[in-house]
Nanobody
Framework: EVQLVESGGGLVQAGGSLRLSCAAS????????IGWFRQAPGKEREGVSC????????YSADSVKGRFTISKDNTKNTVYLQMNSLKPEDTADYYC????????????????????WGKGTLVTVSS
């Protein structure tokens, strides 16, 4: 059984930092592109950042460029999202997902390409 388990969410003040983790079992991250997504209450789901299966390429949404960094540790089969300079508008449930490729920036994200989703972790940024 494949599982993606996110952790690291919480409450932080604006300007602060958090590091989210996505630990995988049943798959290895060199088989899939791994992306981070978020969904705020009343808003559509948004692709935030993605790393290609080879780790050669990373992609970030314009809203988080320069603030969020995706990385992975193959020895731990874990992908991370380092979030710095957090803003109240970053408040959302954050999910990791495994897909065939990265599509950050596309107007209509091809969610049909997502093979596995985690259950999410809540990030709340206070002003």
């Amino acid at each position: 059984e494949v599982q993606l388990v996110e952790s690291g969410g919480g409450l932080v003040q604006a300007g602060g930092s958090l590091r989210l983790s996505c630990a995988a079992s049943g798959i290895t991250f060199d088989e899939y592109a791994i992306g981070w997504f978020r969904q705020a209450p009343g808003k559509e789901r948004e692709g935030v950042s993605c790393m290609s299966s080879s780790a050669a390429r990373t992609y970030s949404a314009d809203s988080v460029k320069g603030r969020f960094t995706i990385s992975k540790d193959n020895t731990k089969n874990t992908v991370y999202l380092q979030m710095n300079s957090l803003k109240p508008e970053d408040t959302a449930d954050y999910y990791c997902a495994a897909s065939t490729a990265c599509y950050i920036g596309l107007v209509h994200y091809p969610y049909y390409d997502i093979h596995y989703w985690g259950k999410g972790t809540l990030v709340t940024v206070s002003s």
